[in-house]
């Protein structure tokens, strides 16, 4: 088992332009969650979808953001444009919870992130 | 809101003490609770869980005890060990997590 997945491990862009992150969950697992890390907030859950699906958004911090989940070992966290607050570990999780958290997470390495 | 209050934000104990670490949380519908451990440069990785239809949860030198009446769970460290040494998060059944705590162990 390859674990969870994430691309790319590190990513430099200048504000104002698009950043596209992407995950590949455990297969088998149905529920999947994009985590933002930074030293003053913490882990903020951004979204999570279940079976493909959106669940919950509402950490999604603004329109910049949006994020997809076309099928069950594919999913993308886009933002655009990007500013440089956007800079952060962004984590990629993946469990086989049916609901927001029944069993325990597996989680990415992560993307760093930096705006400039 | 759902709200995961953890304490405390750095912990630094001597290799060989005890550690403790807790956490308190406000959706009384919350029935997992996770502990994880991050290392420096890795995603955080899952080390114990505890579901609410049991008290305590014990594997070998980690356990968690949870208190679902006054809605507060906690992580013990027993033996700490240098490798220890990184940042634990709870979490609870709404997927948010705690802020985090860094734990130190001293050589």
């Known amino acids: 088992d390859a674990g969870v997945i994430q691309s790319p491990r590190h990513e430099v862009t200048e504000m104002g332009q698009e950043v596209t992150l992407r995950c590949k969950p455990i297969s088998g697992h149905n529920s999947l969650f994009w985590y933002r890390q930074t030293m003053m907030r913490g882990l903020e859950l951004l979204i999570y979808f279940n079976n493909n699906v959106p669940i919950d958004d509402s950490g999604m911090p603004e329109d910049r953001f949006s994020a997809k989940m076309p099928n069950a070992s594919f999913s993308t966290l886009k933002i655009q444009p990007s500013e440089p607050r956007d800079s952060a570990v962004y984590f990629c999780?993946?469990?086989?919870?049916?609901?927001?958290?029944?069993?325990?997470?597996?989680f990415g390495s992560g993307t760093r992130l930096t705006v400039v | 809101g759902e709200n995961v209050e953890q304490h405390p934000s750095t912990l630094s104990v001597q290799e060989g003490d005890s550690a403790v670490i807790k956490c308190t949380y406000s959706d009384s519908a919350s029935n997992y609770f996770p502990w994880y451990k991050q290392e420096l440069g890795k995603g955080p990785q899952l080390i114990i869980d505890?579901?609410?239809?049991?008290g305590e949860k014990k594997d070998q030198r980690i356990a968690v005890t949870l208190n679902k009446t006054a809605k507060h769970f906690s992580l013990h460290i027993t033996e700490t060990q240098p490798e220890d040494s990184a940042v634990y998060f709870c979490a609870a059944s709404n997927a948010r997590f705690g802020a985090g705590t860094r734990l130190t162990v001293k050589p």
């Open positions: 505890i579901r609410s239809n049991v």
């Open positions: 999780a993946s469990s086989r919870s049916g609901g927001a958290m029944d069993y325990g997470y597996t």
